[in-house]
Nanobody, 115 residues
Framework: QVQVVESGGGLVQAGGSLRLSCVASVSILGFNEMAWYRQAPGQQRELVASITSSGRTNYKDSAKGRFTISRDNAKNTVYLALNSLKPEDTAIYYC?????????WGQGTQVTVSS
């Protein structure tokens, strides 16, 4: 059973920064794609950023220039650096690892940005 655990969320003022981490219980080299999603209250879960096994990245428009997704294969970890945070970035952030046959979700980490 693959486990995926997020951490790094918290309360920050607008303009501040956070770094989210997502650790897998297995090597991440076997995953085709890893991504961060977020879900705000009353809204659908949305893709924030993704990174493929080849290192290609993709970002939601509002995240471009502010958020950076990266990976550390040796630590089985994917990161999401959040900079210049805005109140509208407030949400639960989830990581998602896509394998050959299954996708795995973490339990989420809360990010709250105060104005």
């Amino acid at each position: 059973q693959v486990q995926v655990v997020e951490s790094g969320g918290g309360l920050v003022q607008a303009g501040g920064s956070l770094r989210l981490s997502c650790v897998a219980s297995v090597s991440i080299l076997g995953f085709n794609e890893m991504a961060w999603y977020r879900q705000a209250p009353g809204q659908q879960r949305e893709l924030v950023a993704s990174i493929t096994s080849s290192g290609r990245t993709n970002y939601k428009d509002s995240a471009k220039g502010r958020f950076t997704i990266s990976r550390d294969n040796a630590k089985n970890t994917v990161y999401l650096a959040l900079n210049s945070l805005k109140p509208e970035d407030t949400a639960i952030y989830y990581c998602n690892f896509v394998g050959v046959r299954m996708a795995y979700w973490g339990q989420g980490t809360q990010v709250t940005v105060s104005s």
